[in-house]
């Protein structure tokens, strides 16, 4: 394709009076000592100044004085050192007194001997540029605090739901206490009514741990394990026992196969269980029983809590485990979501796994330590 | 505290009587490389980095120690004292003239005589003193480099942050002599800038020789004559050199000049 350019136009194209002059950068050349032969209309444009006034002067006299004496001290020994430099920013000083900031490039044109000849500057407005940086520098500052202050609120929270949790213990023990001394000396009218109680009150003691542990693993302390060789069905099967006496209207099917004595925090174990049991009999139909499994072999140790009832529904699978996830349309049955996100610490905590399985047949949690290898 | 570690001392050259090179504020000992070497054959030539500047070892940078020139004067004294330097030959540009001129006051014995380049004793204009800046240019430099207004730190910062694992690319970075770290250098022009050493001028006995350059916006020509007619045992060479620099920009005069006050 031939070039389209008008012979009007051809004579500026190759010219360098046009190329220095018409253009949108500042352009200034320079004595090797940075006396200024040559300055363009651009330049001098922006200082309030011509061409003609700025031939003479030193380049450092077109900056603000901190430019000046940083021209003097510092770029003026690195050019001659270097024979460029580039990308400094500095502030122009207007005849009035007016700064604009610009990014300067400069570069010694060296003679056949090798020594310095003149030297060339390039200069750009760097206005908006700087606008930006301090713009970008500001909202850093501000992202900064905030963070630092949701941080703050953060924290009280959790300090105000680890002290809460604390404090509802004293009360509830007291209950439960008081529920004990009645179903043992009252008559078996009210056995309906204290069996409620019972339920409550340990569904309360349930929750309150809950929201202790959920506390501790956000504040970084995480679940701390106290391990020891234990037998474990005998654990189990008390879980079950005070299960049965909460809800002695369901049925709890039993298979244990542990014959030795498994290294683990009895007390998080128990803990883990009993809230897949609590699960299990909440969301399992009240006709069918809820089965649990355990099987302990070569080092292997597999816990499963099988219930029959409504599927697990698919928007809640994939964060079943992390903390306050819930049901929206049953609220009530599901507490405050805690209880999985705690078990799944549990497992965590024993380098074991906690994983579902879940269809129209039947809901199974599955708690399974490996090996170490 | 390794004294020639710190400051990045080298010892160059064949000869016995020592030459002291110290640079000024906004560079490092690259400053003298043109001017330096043809000393070597006749003299033991001695350079080094102020803390903050060049290959200087950063940590060593303590800002009250530093907050006014007696801190730096001790350095070079620190220096000669741990290469057992005598009878030394001071060669101190810009504000280093000056260090040089509170060492002597110190320790008079370790000097033999004071070659000073574009040297000033002050920088503000006093009275009838013209020392080349109002306090209100000062006060306006001061402000911008509190308000970090000026390259000081944008443009030095990617130079003094180059490649640390890699220092064979940062010597290829743009911009790579000289270097300064940001915070140290306006701590520094603080130092310089508000310095006052007039008072010490009259009392320097040995020779001195002060280089005085043409259109010199940090040092102008009162100055060094200001200088000269304080300083009994002194020399002026008024330099057709241009700049604060004569060192790079002009080094054959400058050598010339050193050369002839030493002969």
Same mark, same amino acid.
């Given at each position: 394709?031939?070039?389209?350019?008008?012979?009007?136009? %051809?004579?500026?194209? %190759?010219?360098?009076? =046009?190329?220095?002059?018409?253009?949108?950068?500042?352009?200034?050349?320079?004595?090797?000592?940075?006396?200024?032969?040559?300055?363009?209309?651009?330049?001098?444009?922006?200082?309030?100044?011509?061409?003609?006034? !700025?031939?003479?002067?030193?380049?450092?006299?077109?900056?603000?004085?901190?430019?000046?004496?940083?021209?003097?001290?510092?770029?003026?020994?690195?050019?001659?050192?270097?024979?460029?430099?580039? %990308?400094?920013?500095?502030?122009?000083?207007?005849?009035?007194?007016?700064?604009?900031?610009?990014?300067?490039?400069?570069?010694?044109?060296?003679?056949?001997?090798?020594?310095?000849?003149?030297?060339?500057?390039?200069?750009?407005?760097?206005? =908006?540029?700087?606008?930006?940086?301090?713009?970008?520098?500001?909202?850093?500052?501000?992202?900064?605090?905030?963070?630092?202050?949701?941080?703050?609120?953060?924290? $009280?929270?959790?300090?105000?739901?680890?002290?809460?949790?604390?404090?509802?213990?004293?009360?509830?023990?007291?209950?439960?206490?008081?529920?004990?001394?009645?179903?043992?000396?009252?008559?078996?009218?009210?056995?309906?009514?204290?069996?409620?109680?019972?339920?409550?009150?340990?569904?309360?003691?349930? $929750?309150?741990?809950?929201?202790?542990?959920?506390?501790?693993?956000?504040?970084?302390?995480?679940?701390?394990?106290?391990?020891?060789?234990?037998?474990?069905?005998?654990?189990?099967?008390?879980?079950?026992?005070?299960?049965?006496?909460?809800?002695?209207?369901?049925?709890?099917?039993?298979?244990? /196969?542990?014959?030795?004595?498994?290294?683990?925090?009895?007390?998080?174990?128990?803990?883990?269980?009993?809230?897949?049991?609590?699960?299990?009999?909440? /969301?399992?139909?009240?006709?069918?029983?809820?089965?649990?499994?355990?099987?302990?072999?070569?080092?292997?140790?597999?816990?499963?809590?099988?219930?029959?009832?409504?599927?697990?529904?698919?928007? $809640?699978?994939?964060?079943?485990?992390?903390?306050?996830?819930?049901?929206?349309?049953?609220?009530?049955?599901?507490? *405050?979501?805690?209880? !999985?996100?705690?078990?799944?610490?549990?497992?965590?905590?024993?380098?074991?796994?906690?994983?579902?399985?879940?269809?129209?047949?039947?809901?199974?949690?599955?708690?399974?330590?490996?090996?170490?290898? | 505290?390794?004294?020639?570690?710190?400051?990045?001392?080298?010892?160059?050259?064949?000869?016995?009587?020592?030459?002291?090179?110290?640079?000024?504020?906004?560079?490092?000992?690259? *400053?003298?490389?043109?001017?330096?070497?043809?000393?070597?054959?006749?003299?033991?030539?001695?350079?080094?980095?102020?803390? @903050?500047?060049?290959?200087?070892?950063?940590?060593?940078?303590?800002?009250?120690?530093?907050?006014?020139?007696?801190?730096? &004067?001790?350095?070079?004294?620190?220096?000669?004292? &741990? !290469?057992?330097?005598?009878?030394?030959?001071?060669?101190?540009?810009?504000?280093?003239?000056?260090?040089?001129?509170?060492?002597?006051?110190?320790?008079?014995?370790?000097?033999?005589?004071?070659?000073?380049?574009?040297?000033?004793?002050?920088?503000?204009? =006093?009275?009838?003193?013209?020392?080349?800046?109002?306090?209100?240019?000062?006060?306006?430099?001061?402000?911008?480099?509190?308000?970090?207004?000026?390259?000081?730190?944008?443009?030095?910062?990617?130079?003094?942050?180059?490649?640390?694992?890699?220092?064979? *690319?940062?010597?290829?970075?743009?911009?790579?002599?000289?270097?300064?770290?940001?915070?140290?250098?306006?701590?520094?022009?603080?130092?310089?800038?508000?310095?006052?050493?007039?008072?010490? $001028?009259?009392?320097?006995?040995?020779?001195?020789?002060?280089?005085?350059? &043409?259109?010199?916006?940090?040092?102008?020509?009162?100055?060094? %004559?200001?200088? /000269?007619?304080?300083?009994?045992?002194?020399?002026?060479?008024?330099?057709?050199?241009? @700049?604060?620099?004569?060192? !790079?920009?002009?080094?054959?005069?400058?050598?010339?000049?050193?050369?002839?006050?030493?002969?």
């Amino acid at each position: 394709m031939q070039p389209n350019i008008s012979k009007e136009s %051809e004579q500026f194209i %190759e010219s360098f009076e =046009d190329f220095f002059e018409t253009t949108l950068c500042g352009y200034i050349i320079a004595d090797a000592r940075g006396s200024i032969l040559r300055a363009n209309a651009k330049i001098a444009g922006w200082i309030n100044s011509t061409p003609k006034e !700025l031939k003479g002067k030193r380049i450092s006299d077109l900056f603000t004085i901190g430019g000046k004496i940083y021209y003097e001290t510092h770029l003026a020994p690195l050019l001659r050192m270097q024979g460029f430099f580039d %990308e400094i920013v500095l502030d122009l000083k207007s005849e009035t007194g007016e700064k604009s900031r610009v990014i300067v490039n400069a570069m010694e044109r060296k003679d056949k001997d090798g020594q310095p000849a003149f030297i060339r500057y390039t200069i750009l407005k760097a206005r =908006d540029r700087m606008q930006y940086e301090q713009n970008l520098q500001n909202d850093k500052k501000i992202a900064e605090s905030q963070l630092l202050k949701e941080q703050e609120i953060v924290l $009280l929270r959790e300090q105000l739901i680890a002290v809460l949790g604390h404090d509802l213990r004293n009360p509830l023990s007291a209950i439960e206490m008081a529920v004990e001394l009645l179903s043992s000396s009252a008559g078996a009218s009210h056995e309906k009514l204290l069996g409620t109680l019972k339920r409550s009150s340990a569904r309360m003691v349930e $929750l309150v741990n809950n929201i202790m542990d959920f506390a501790r693993t956000r504040m970084g302390e995480g679940i701390v394990l106290l391990r020891e060789n234990v037998m474990l069905e005998t654990v189990l099967q008390q879980i079950v026992a005070e299960m049965q006496l909460i809800y002695p209207a369901r049925e709890i099917r039993t298979e244990f /196969h542990i014959t030795e004595p498994v290294f683990c925090d009895a007390h998080r174990i128990a803990q883990l269980f009993s809230n897949l049991v609590s699960n299990a009999i909440t /969301h399992g139909y009240p006709e069918s029983p809820v089965k649990v499994h355990a099987f302990h072999l070569n080092g292997y140790l597999e816990l499963s809590v099988y219930n029959n009832g409504i599927p697990i529904p698919e928007d $809640l699978r994939e964060m079943l485990f992390s903390p306050f996830t819930k049901e929206i349309n049953r609220p009530s049955q599901n507490g *405050l979501g805690l209880g !999985l996100y705690i078990c799944s610490e549990i497992a965590r905590a024993h380098q074991g796994t906690l994983s579902f399985t879940s269809d129209r047949q039947e809901t199974c949690f599955t708690f399974l330590i490996r090996p170490q290898s | 505290m390794d004294v020639l570690k710190r400051n990045n001392v080298v010892v160059k050259g064949k000869g016995t009587q020592v030459m002291l090179f110290a640079h000024g504020f906004g560079c490092d000992q690259n *400053l003298w490389r043109y001017v330096a070497p043809p000393f070597e054959d006749n003299y033991k030539v001695v350079l080094f980095d102020h803390v @903050g500047a060049g290959a200087s070892d950063l940590s060593a940078f303590e800002p009250h120690k530093y907050e006014n020139l007696e801190g730096y &004067a001790n350095d070079i004294l620190e220096i000669a004292t &741990a !290469l057992r330097l005598e009878n030394i030959i001071f060669i101190g540009h810009s504000v280093s003239a000056l260090m040089g001129i509170i060492a002597y006051h110190k320790s008079p014995e370790l000097f033999k005589s004071l070659v000073l380049v574009a040297p000033s004793p002050s920088y503000i204009n =006093d009275g009838g003193y013209v020392g080349g800046f109002t306090k209100a240019q000062i006060e306006e430099l001061l402000e911008s480099l509190d308000q970090n207004h000026l390259g000081w730190s944008t443009t030095m910062a990617p130079v003094i942050m180059g490649n640390a694992e890699r220092p064979e *690319l940062s010597d290829e970075l743009a911009n790579s002599f000289c270097r300064t770290d940001p915070s140290i250098a306006k701590h520094f022009a603080r130092t310089t800038f508000l310095s006052d050493g007039r008072n010490l $001028l009259s009392s320097v006995n040995i020779p001195s020789l002060i280089l005085q350059c &043409a259109d010199d916006v940090i040092a102008p020509k009162e100055v060094g %004559e200001y200088m /000269h007619g304080q300083m009994k045992d002194s020399t002026l060479v008024m330099m057709k050199a241009t @700049g604060h620099c004569p060192n !790079l920009s002009a080094p054959k005069e400058t050598i010339d000049a050193i050369k002839l006050f030493l002969s």
